[in-house]
């Protein structure tokens, strides 16, 4: 029988894509999906997206956003 660490070297050594499918899987065990939060967060997306569209709101580039986080924490 393979121990915990066999079983991290051997996912270590699959491409990419394999290792996104395994590391998606073990994480669904641990925390399920939850259909009714999925379909809030969709809305809460579509409402931003229609948001930006219709320029009631205008996005910040994330290298902004990150950069007034430092300043705000760094005084």
Do not use: C, Y
Request: proline residues 7%.
């Amino acid at each position: 029988m393979s121990t915990t660490l066999d079983i991290i070297h051997e996912a270590e050594q699959l491409p990419v894509e394999q290792r996104t499918m395994v590391v998606d899987s073990i994480l669904r065990t641990l925390n399920r999906p939850d259909p009714d939060v999925d379909k809030k967060w969709a809305a809460v997306a579509k409402r931003r997206l229609d948001e930006m569209r219709s320029g009631k709101v205008t996005p910040v580039p994330g290298d902004e956003v990150f950069a007034r986080i430092r300043q705000r924490f760094s005084s």
